[in-house]
T-cell receptor, first 113, second 110 residues
Framework: SAVISQKPSRDICQRGTSLTIQCQVDSQVTMMFWYRQQPGQSLTLIATANQGSEATYESGFVIDKFPISRPNLTFSTLTVSNMSPEDSSIYLC??????????FGQGTRLTVV | KNQVEQSPQSLIILEGKNCTLQCNYTVSPFSNLRWYKQDTGRGPVSLTIMTFSENTKSNGRYTATLDADTKQSSLHITASQLSDSASYICVVSAWGKIIFGKGTRLHILP
């Protein structure tokens, strides 16, 4: 298993500002992902964080809005830029082992006012 | 289209009772199926993971079943406790793609 530390756990932000979420894993992992979970909805994959190269974004998500860093195999950040109330969600970091089991951070509950 | 459908959307039961949550999927090719428990405001935590050849997997009071022929899975919770109140999410993997169900919201009443 993996221990994933995600912070902040929650934040309230003004619209137009940016928030950077950090994800730290206690062991080196190849695959790290960022998800968004809007109220009452399922998890939606934002992007795959690639170590040493640009993140791979899913349809509907762009780098200018959600820039991602992955400086090494244990750490990644997701920035939510120029926030609007529609960005209010839970943001989750996830890692996957080769067998396919995914582990999640405790999530960041973001409220944009 | 790869989809994972869960039912019911929400469920309320009394403490101590049993319940069964359903998951139907149309994901192909199938790799594995997992059930997660997600407490409010927290990240999902894995309960069980099953591959194509596994029919049943237990984790304490949680028992998951898988019928790969009908593409159905269930999660049975025995002797429910107040701490079981959470969302239960069915997740199916297929060649690196992970498809999430919308979850079943379970409320346990004292």
């Amino acid at each position: 298993s993996a221990v994933i530390s995600q912070k902040p756990s929650r934040d309230i932000c003004q619209r137009g500002t940016s928030l950077t979420i950090q994800c730290q894993v206690d062991s080196q992992v190849t695959m790290m992902f960022w998800y968004r979970q809007q109220p009452g909805q399922s998890l939606t994959l934002i992007a795959t964080a690639n170590q040493g190269s640009e993140a791979t974004y899913e349809s509907g998500f762009v780098i200018d809005k959600f820039p991602i860093s992955r400086p090494n195999l244990t750490f990644s950040t997701l920035t939510v830029s120029n926030m609007s109330p529609e960005d209010s969600s839970i943001y989750l970091c996830s890692v996957t082992w080769a067998f396919g089991e995914a582990f999640f951070g405790q999530g960041t509950r973001l409220t944009v006012v | 289209k790869n989809q994972v459908e869960q039912s019911p959307q929400s469920l309320i039961i009394l403490e101590g009772k049993n319940c069964t949550l359903q998951c139907n999927y149309t994901v192909s090719p199938f790799s594995n199926l997992r059930w997660y428990k997600q407490d409010t405001g927290r990240g999902p935590v894995s309960l069980t993971i099953m591959t194509f050849s596994e029919n049943t997997k237990s984790n304490g009071r949680y028992t998951a079943t898988l019928d790969a022929d009908t593409k159905q899975s269930s999660l049975h919770i025995t002797a429910s406790q107040l701490s079981d109140s959470a969302s239960y999410i069915c997740v199916v993997s297929a060649w690196g793609k992970i498809i999430f169900g919308k979850g079943t919201r379970l409320h346990i009443l004292p």
